[in-house]
């Protein structure tokens, strides 16, 4: 019978052909070696089945799971219900790791006997060349118990987190109901159980950054963000958390109120003013949205008509 490995890496595909083989061979290339690699295609059209059963025909540490589309969430529940390892780690197949990667994630299991979800520091990455760190050096890592800068933000990147299999699952796995953000969902779930986190301020992980429409993702991000919070503030037996999820919400709607004012603004401009005001009137602390409300609604007396187009852009480009 074959060895139970320690860690089992999760890695889910969508027409990923193209990038997909520079992930598994960093993936392959890591200096630990007890893992098994668990590659989900998620009824790809293009070559990505091939990529990776050229990678399993080479390495008995990878294997593939082919289902019908249905979204990430459901692709890693698939590999979650197979893997047999002690940890589970994620990778995406646009991303990279660097070598030694789970060798420190390993090293700080053993430094601390109660942590049960493990992070790096990573790069963002266009892919050519880094672009700049997650975690500055001026940033506290948020290792011990994070639940109070979790509801704030996910401040972990999914692609560096090496978590105990048991909470995974004892956490219900992956919310297929969720678009984005599925990651944050489950880890403020695995919060509610007890998550001690250990982290290292070294990059080891790239996360690709892909050009395209970014005011477009900005709004679904945002809308999944406060369908993360209201599901997660409804259902949190930490009462403590309660004021700080409803802080966390507030600033999410008005992030939302806002990322739908920048998608107006070339389409339907005149409904911009209404959308920064909902904004302001959600977290009315936050002066800039009363600012910028002023600046794209300035009354025509005193020359709007000349002044919100330029207003507008420079916004957009702020904010």
């Given at each position: 019978?074959?060895?139970?490995?320690?860690?089992?890496?999760?890695?889910?595909?969508?027409?990923?052909a193209g990038v997909i083989p520079d992930a598994l061979a960093s993936v392959r290339n890591q200096t630990f070696e007890d893992f098994e690699t668990i590659i989900?295609?998620?009824?790809?059209?293009?070559?990505?089945?091939?990529?990776?059963r050229s990678f399993c025909a080479t390495d008995a540490r990878f294997s593939l799971l082919q289902r019908v589309h249905s979204g990430v969430s459901v692709a890693r529940n698939a590999a979650l219900a197979r893997a047999?390892?002690?940890?589970?780690?994620?990778?995406?197949?646009?991303?990279?790791?660097?070598?030694?990667?789970?060798?420190?994630?390993?090293?700080?299991?053993?430094?601390?006997?109660?942590?049960?979800?493990?992070?790096?520091?990573?790069?963002?990455?266009?892919?050519?060349?880094?672009?700049?760190?997650?975690?500055?050096?001026?940033?506290?890592?948020?290792?011990?118990?994070p639940a109070h800068e979790l509801v704030l933000a996910c401040v972990y990147g999914n692609l560096t987190v090496m978590v105990k299999r048991d909470l995974v699952l004892r956490a219900g796995?992956?919310?297929?109901?969720?678009?984005?953000?599925?990651?944050?969902?489950?880890?403020?779930?695995?919060a509610e159980l007890g998550l001690w986190a250990r982290g290292t301020r070294e990059p080891l992980a790239r996360y690709r950054r892909w050009p395209g429409n970014q005011t477009r993702r900005k709004l679904d991000v945002a809308e999944w963000d406060v369908r993360v919070l209201e599901k997660n503030s409804r259902a949190t037996r930490r009462a403590q958390l309660r004021p700080i999820?409803?802080?966390?919400l507030a600033a999410a709607r008005t992030r939302l109120q806002c990322a739908r004012a920048r998608s107006?603004?070339?389409?339907?401009?005149?409904?911009?003013?209404?959308?920064?005001?909902r904004a302001w009137r959600l977290n009315p602390r936050h002066l800039k949205w009363l600012l910028w409300f002023v600046?794209?609604?300035?009354?025509?007396?005193?020359?709007?008509?000349?002044?919100?187009?330029?207003?507008h852009r420079k916004i957009f480009r702020k904010w």
């Open positions: 019978m074959p060895k139970t490995p320690l860690v089992s890496i999760i890695v889910p595909a969508f027409n990923a989900v295609d998620d009824g790809s059209t293009d070559g990505t089945v091939a990529v990776a047999r390892g002690q940890w589970i780690a994620f990778q995406d197949a646009d991303d990279i790791w660097l070598p030694q990667k789970l060798e420190r994630q390993v090293e700080l299991s053993r430094q601390d006997p109660r942590a049960n979800f493990l992070f790096t520091n990573f790069f963002y990455w266009d892919g050519v060349s880094d672009l700049y760190l997650n975690y500055a050096a001026d940033r506290l890592l948020p290792e011990g118990d796995l992956f919310d297929p109901a969720f678009v984005f953000a599925q990651d944050w969902d489950l880890w403020l779930r695995i999820y409803a802080r966390s107006l603004l070339e389409s339907h401009p005149e409904a911009v003013p209404a959308a920064v005001w600046l794209v609604a300035w009354p025509k007396s005193l020359g709007g008509c000349a002044t919100a187009p330029i207003a």
